[in-house]
C-alpha cells in the first residue's frame, strides 16, 4: 500500500485546524469577577465569554475526526495485512504507540478544559461578610492539549508513512519471489524443447 496524498493533506490539515481552535480556546478561557447585586446586598460572580468551549469541543472533534482517518486507513495497525520485518515496521510500531499517547492525551485536556470552562459558580454570598470565589479553568490545560495535537499530527503521519512502506515492501518482495519461481519454471521446459529438436 502506498502513501496517498490526498490522505496526508487532510489529516495534517484536521490537525493543525484543531491545533489553532486550541490555542484559541486558551487565549479566550472564560473570566469571572465577583460583583455586587443591584437588588440586594449580595454578592455573585459575572462571567465573560463561553467562547472557549465550543473552540474545544471543535477541536476535540476534528482530532479525533483525524485520527480516525489515519487508522482507518491503516486498519489500525492490528487488522491489516502482514508487513514485513525490519527497521519500517518497529517504527510503525513506535509511532503508532505514540500517537496514540498524544492523541489520548490531547482530547482529555481538550474535554476536561472545555467542561470545566463551560461550568459557572452559582453560589450567592453576603456583601462584605462572605467571600465568594468564582471558579475558573486554570492557565495551560487548553495549552497542553494544543502542544499535544502537533505531536499527535507528527507521529501519526510518521506512523502511516512508515506502515505504508514496511506494508509495500512485502507486496514487492511476494512479488519478486513469484517473478523468481516463474522463471525457473521456463527453464526446463525450453531445455526440453531443444533436446526434441536435436533428436530429431
Known amino acids: 500500500m502506498g502513501i496517498s496524498v490526498p490522505i496526508v493533506v487532510i489529516s495534517i490539515s484536521l490537525h493543525l ?5 486550541a490555542v484559541g480556546a486558551e487565549r479566550r478561557r472564560s473570566t469571572a469577577k465577583v460583583v455586587p447585586d443591584e437588588y440586594d446586598e449580595r454578592t455573585y460572580c459575572a462571567y465573560g465569554t463561553d467562547a472557549s468551549t465550543v473552540y474545544g469541543l471543535s477541536a476535540f472533534g476534528l482530532l479525533l475526526i483525524g485520527q480516525t482517518l489515519i487508522h482507518g486507513v491503516t486498519k489500525c495497525f492490528c487488522f491489516g495485512r502482514g508487513m514485513i520485518a525490519g527497521k519500517s515496521t518497529t517504527f510503525a510500531v513506535f509511532f503508532f504507540t505514540f500517537s496514540w499517547v498524544s492523541f489520548v492525551g490531547a482530547e482529555a485536556c481538550l474535554i476536561a478544559g472545555s ?15 462572605e467571600h465568594l470565589s468564582c471558579t475558573t479553568l486554570r492557565k495551560g490545560v487548553f495549552a497542553a492539549g494544543a502542544a499535544l495535537t502537533l ?3 507528527f507521529a501519526s503521519s510518521f506512523y502511516y508513512w512508515a506502515h505504508s512502506k514496511a506494508d509495500t515492501g512485502g507486496w514487492q518482495k511476494h512479488r519478486n519471489n513469484n517473478n523468481n519461481n516463474e522463471g525457473l519454471g ?4 525450453s531445455n526440453f524443447s531443444e533436446n ?3 533428436e530429431f
Do not use: D, E, G, Q
Not at 17 to 21: G, K, T
Open 115 to 129: 467542561a470545566r470552562n463551560a461550568y459557572h459558580t452559582k453560589y450567592r454570598a453576603t456583601f462584605h461578610v
Open 186 to 189: 521456463l527453464a526446463p521446459t
Open 151 to 153: 505531536l499527535s499530527m
Open 196 to 198: 526434441k529438436a536435436t
Open 17 to 21: 485546524i484543531a491545533f489553532v481552535l
